[in-house]
């Protein structure tokens, strides 16, 4: 290749790729600095609170720095030509939400063997790892496991179901790990292969009066039941509800079908109604939500407590590290997002959802850039599980909607939750670096008929589908 | 490493730091944006731009979020119910909640009941007049929350809604400038503080209650109940410790007491509306319903006993002498012979057995009881003979027997007893129909003239009302008196009730004497 002004787009050589991924290098180290500033903040206000400062509390930094030389060595040693605006705006987030752990105290450091110490270095390691084997076209493979997907998925909730335990009106894993979180990964694989392998019958909705095409759906809706049966009987709403948007977008996606949301719109109303009437869970958190001075010591005490604390931020917040968000319960988990504007204020929330949006928005640029089905479906489940996670749970904090108890995707406390997020991410990146290079693909093609389907569908999809993609997200 | 840090040092620091934090973010958001060109995916096919449009509503969507997120975190002051459960829960002590400046609490000419000062750094509410208004103002405190007019005017005295231009602009001052003084706006009651000064300090250092208040349009003059507690030091104590002397108790609106002769008032005005007419002979032995009952007496019986003379009775009388001499032999009678259903109908009608609410907000109530009626068994007409004489197990509250003194004075009608200036008057209902009334009225006139309370018969004001000395099982008897005045044209309605007061013609008839006296000094009554 001969040098040029402009970065090679497609780099072979090691000193291509160092010169290409120069955004990222200077995007990470901002990050660093970033967070660096953040860690001096929480750092200055425990030692004038008269905690003592000993070096050991510069070790969380040291972790993310690390992990950032790493992370971004390591893809350049692969000659990874991904994207890498993603991967910034997710290393200033994952960075933030140690910051946010770091601050809340979950993170114990002077304790070695302490688990949550080696999340943040284990997920960064899962998503290179994720990302390097499923690279150029790699991921196509995902899809012959479609019924593997299923099946896993299935058997994650059964097993939880049968092997956990109860604690808050939820089910846990041993350790309160939560493994049906990785369903976040394994529905939408098995979604998207679906999906990807019947797109022309699931668009087909007849002439005349327009109608679902019931047959093809039947096994999708068989596993769908089973799978909320086992959800709401381990009372996951939210987990259901983000998993369910993400059908629904996924099948319009596909399918470029209005008719999916509408279907699924009147579907959700008569489930939603039919979901209350069952669970007194639901409905305490509906009355919290509705009317929550009507038990302002009971019911909605944690989400008053945490607008309390958002409240007393203000605008720009007391200081990372000088607020009280104690007094809000479990904080460092679903309620993170309150501490950050109880500490950094309004204009801290604003940069945060904007720094979501910017991953979204990156997010839909590679699906959009994608010709492969296959690979578009899957970048687009996972982004919209991420965005309706996102969603859900800002909006159960500023109460917006009722509480759904799900986590802030990268920053509140929960490791299940943070090595999904990685997984996701691992994905998309694997995505973004496009299919095989030119002299194998004529070889790769034959192996996925998912992406020789795809360039046939897509015009139709692109054009009008867009509009309502996000519409049912709240 | 524990060297020690300047306060005054850190905060400094930490300031830039909080600066420094956020234009780092800024900056590297900056950056993010502006390298999105240059690190496009050309290996890649074009982008076509298929999810503008998601994307455009997924920014809605977090937009009106973080829309609806300022409407808590930055303008919350404007939800008072959050204001006070933050007041109340929050021990945040930043939290600018604690930090409002509150409006003050006035009477009707401006004098101030309750202000706001800055007291080390947080707001701290002040009455200036301790003890003597909280039974209306209440207090308002961190720790304990918020009662009396204090919690039910809350979302007034913290601000209330931004109504104008300039409430929005201050407002964006505050929220920028993270000025924590949030100003509130006063609230101006009815009552008249001098009034109640001296209402404080005739009852001395007895129990009891003070209730005045305008017959036309229920505004309250007078709401003292004593003893009371000093809402500047309200501490866990005064809700522990069990009190005989109950400070937190309203008596006026609260308390409930046996009404004595005062109650017959409601069994004339019951006598009048059935056509009672005619006379009942009253003997000195008294009256019983049945042999082997304990005999209902008259008071000059017992007094002339004590003195070793006889007492020969009243004879046969009407009701306006008996009502101005205030015999028990009569009323007894009266009551028996108008039996259950009357008497009953017409405590229903005279809203006995309810709260009546003055005031309502979402954070609480100003009520008060009016009295407790238990239901009798038809057969008893002992218990029946009881109630008539205001004794037996009917208990009423002072401001409910204000109520009963103004809906004769108004001809009739009880007004809503009111508290704020603001506030409108409202009917509450008709007592008794406006001739009883008038006939009533005059027969309080003749208490005063030549009944039992000749001893407050002033040439000044022409005052009418009604003697009460309530039997009860704690002691000494309670002594009452309601009344109003002047007569022909009435423009305050007076109870006076002291515990164990003694007789009421001695006791609380000159409290109210003295009371109307100085109401007509100051102009209200004119």
């Not at chain 1, 929330?349 to 839909?364: A, D, E, K, W």
């Not at chain 2, 007419?277 to 006993?305: Q, V």
């Not at chain 2, 002992?382 to 208990?395: C, E, F, P, V």
Request: hydrophobic share 45%.
């Amino acid at each position: 290749m001969n040098a040029t002004p402009k970065p090679p787009s497609r780099p072979s050589t090691l000193g291509d790729t160092w010169a290409l991924r120069w955004p990222e290098r200077h995007l990470l180290l901002l990050c660093a600095l970033t967070i660096g500033l953040g860690f001096m903040m929480v750092l200055g206000s425990g030692y004038a609170g008269g905690r003592p400062v000993s070096p050991l509390d510069l070790l969380p930094f040291g972790i993310y720095g690390g992990c950032l030389a790493v992370m971004h060595l390591t893809l350049v040693a692969a000659r990874f030509h991904g994207d890498q605006i993603l991967l910034s705006s997710l290393a200033f987030l994952a960075g933030f939400g140690l910051l946010a752990q770091y601050r809340m105290g979950t993170l114990d450091f002077s304790d070695p063997t302490n688990p949550g110490l080696y999340l943040f270095p284990g997920g960064i390691a899962v998503m290179l790892a994720v990302c390097i084997a499923l690279v150029r076209g790699r991921y196509e493979r995902l899809t012959a496991g479609l019924w593997v997907w299923a099946a896993l998925s299935l058997l994650l909730v059964a097993a939880l179901l049968a092997l956990g335990q109860r604690y808050r009106g939820g089910v846990y894993g041993v350790g309160l790990i939560t493994p049906t979180e990785l369903l976040k990964v394994t529905v939408v694989l098995f979604l998207a292969s679906f999906i990807d392998r019947h797109a022309k019958p699931l668009a087909n909705w007849g002439k005349g009066f327009p109608r679902p095409p019931v047959l093809t759906l039947l096994p999708l809706l068989a596993f769908w039941g089973l799978l909320a049966g086992m959800l709401l009987l381990q009372r996951d709403l939210g987990m259901f509800v983000i998993l369910s948007v993400t059908l629904l977008v996924m099948l319009f996606v596909g399918t470029g079908r209005l008719g999916y949301l509408v279907l699924g719109g009147l579907a959700a109303t008569v489930a939603g109604y039919l979901v209350l009437g069952i669970f007194s869970h639901g409905q305490r958190r509906i009355q919290a939500w509705l009317a929550p001075f009507d038990d302002p010591t009971g019911n909605s005490w944690q989400i008053l407590q945490g607008l309390s604390g958002m409240y007393s931020g203000g605008l720009w917040g007391e200081g990372f590290g000088a607020g009280n968000p104690e007094y809000t319960p479990i904080a460092q988990s679903d309620f993170i997002y309150s501490v950050i504007g109880e500490e950094l204020g309004f204009v801290g929330c604003t940069l945060l959802v904007l720094f979501f949006l910017i991953f979204f928005s990156r997010g839909l640029g590679i699906a959009d850039q994608t010709r492969s089905g296959f690979g578009r479906l899957l970048c687009i489940g996972l982004i919209s599980v991420l965005a309706t996670q996102t969603f859900l749970n800002l909006g159960g904090v500023t109460k917006l909607i009722p509480l759904t108890g799900i986590t802030l995707p990268f920053i509140s406390h929960g490791g299940s939750s943070l090595i999904t997020g990685f997984i996701s991410l691992g994905l998309i990146l694997a995505i973004s670096e496009g299919p095989a290079r030119t002299q194998r693909r004529g070889s790769r093609a034959s192996k996925s008929t998912g992406s020789k389907r795809a360039p046939v569908k897509q015009p139709r999809a692109a054009g009008k589908k867009s509009r309502a993609r996000k519409t049912d997200d709240h | 490493m524990t060297l020690p840090l300047d306060p005054s040092l850190w905060s400094a620091v930490r300031l830039v730091l909080h600066v420094a934090f956020f234009l780092a973010i800024f900056f590297l958001l900056k950056e993010l944006v502006a390298l999105r060109e240059f690190a496009q995916l050309r290996h890649l096919p074009k982008p076509k731009g298929a999810f503008r449009i998601p994307f455009i509503l997924l920014c809605l969507l977090f937009g009106g979020l973080l829309i609806y997120q300022a409407t808590w975190q930055l303008t919350g002051v404007y939800r008072p119910e959050f204001i006070s459960f933050m007041q109340l829960h929050d021990r945040r002590t930043f939290n600018p909640a604690h930090w409002i400046q509150r409006g003050r609490i006035l009477d009707r000419k401006g004098v101030v009941l309750a202000y706001t000062r800055e007291e080390q750094g947080r707001a701290e509410r002040v009455y200036p007049d301790g003890p003597l208004f909280a039974p209306v103002v209440g207090y308002s405190q961190p720790r304990f929350g918020a009662t009396g007019m204090e919690a039910v005017a809350s979302a007034h005295l913290n601000g209330g809604e931004p109504t104008s231009l300039n409430d929005w602009r201050e407002l964006g001052r505050q929220i920028v400038a993270r000025d924590k003084r949030p100003k509130g706006k006063d609230l101006v009651l009815t009552l008249d503080a001098d009034l109640q000064r001296l209402a404080a300090e005739r009852l001395g250092g007895h129990r009891g209650a003070v209730v005045l208040l305008s017959p036309r349009d229920g505004a309250v003059r007078v709401l003292a109940s004593l003893p009371s507690y000093d809402p500047n030091t309200v501490d866990s104590g005064l809700f522990l410790n069990p009190n005989a002397s109950a400070p937190l108790l309203n008596r006026a609106t609260q308390g409930l007491y046996p009404p004595g002769s005062t109650f017959k008032i409601a069994v004339a005005s019951l006598a009048i509306e059935r056509g009672f007419e005619g006379t009942l002979d009253c003997p000195a032995n008294g009256f019983t319903t049945r042999a082997g009952y304990r005999r209902i007496r008259d008071h000059e019986y017992y007094t002339a006993r004590e003195h070793g003379e006889v007492w020969r009775g009243y004879g046969r009388i009407d009701l306006s002498k008996a009502f101005a001499k205030s015999s028990n032999v009569f009323f007894a009678q009266l009551g028996v012979l108008e039996g259950h259903d009357a008497f009953y109908a017409m405590a229903d009608k005279m809203l006995l057995n309810r709260s009546i609410v003055l005031h309502e907000s979402p954070y609480g109530n100003f009520s008060l009881r009016t009295g407790e009626l238990p239901p009798l068994p038809d057969s008893d007409n002992y218990g029946l003979a009881q109630l008539s004489i205001g004794q037996g197990r009917l208990l009423v509250t002072p401001a409910y027997m204000a109520m009963l003194a103004a809906s004769v004075a108004n001809r009739g009608v009880a007004m809503r007893p009111r508290l704020t200036e603001a506030s409108p008057s409202e009917p509450l209902g008709r007592f008794m129909s406006t001739a009883t009334a008038d006939q009533l009225a005059a027969m309080m006139r003749r208490v005063v003239t030549e009944g039992t309370a000749r001893s407050i018969n002033d040439p000044r004001l022409t005052i009418a009302g009604k003697t009460g000395t309530a039997q009860n099982a704690h002691g000494d008897p309670h002594s009452w008196f309601v009344g109003f005045a002047p007569a022909d044209r009435p423009m305050l309605a007076v109870a006076v009730l002291v515990e164990q007061g003694g007789y009421g013609s001695a006791v609380a008839a000159p409290i109210a004497h003295d009371l109307l006296i100085r109401a007509q000094e100051i102009g209200l009554i004119h």
